[in-house]
């Protein structure tokens, strides 16, 4: 986990807490996130971190097996993004 993936993860998740609409978060934090998604090394077409906040397992929609197994490395990335960012706040104290 980079400091720089961390620092765009803490940006983006404190638009999220601010902006109530969700078209305008997504507008608001498109470029951000879209670095985010090319630090890890995704595919455009993968799920990005922040799609998986709300899921912690992927959809039962999503029936094919390669799509799930990306759902699920967005997801590991966004608990290691976590983590990362609550070890830095509390190293911070």
Request: net charge negative.
């Amino acid at each position: 986990m980079t400091v720089k993936a961390a620092a765009i993860f803490r940006k983006v998740q404190r638009l999220r807490d601010e902006i109530d609409d969700e078209e305008i978060w997504l507008e608001q934090t498109r470029e951000a996130r879209l670095e985010l998604h090319q630090i890890f090394d995704r595919f455009p077409w993968q799920a990005q971190v922040f799609d998986t906040i709300d899921c912690p397992e992927p959809p039962d929609w999503l029936t094919d097996e390669d799509k799930r197994r990306d759902c699920r490395e967005a997801r590991r990335l966004l608990v290691e993004l976590e983590r990362a960012v609550a070890f830095r706040n509390a190293s911070a104290v």
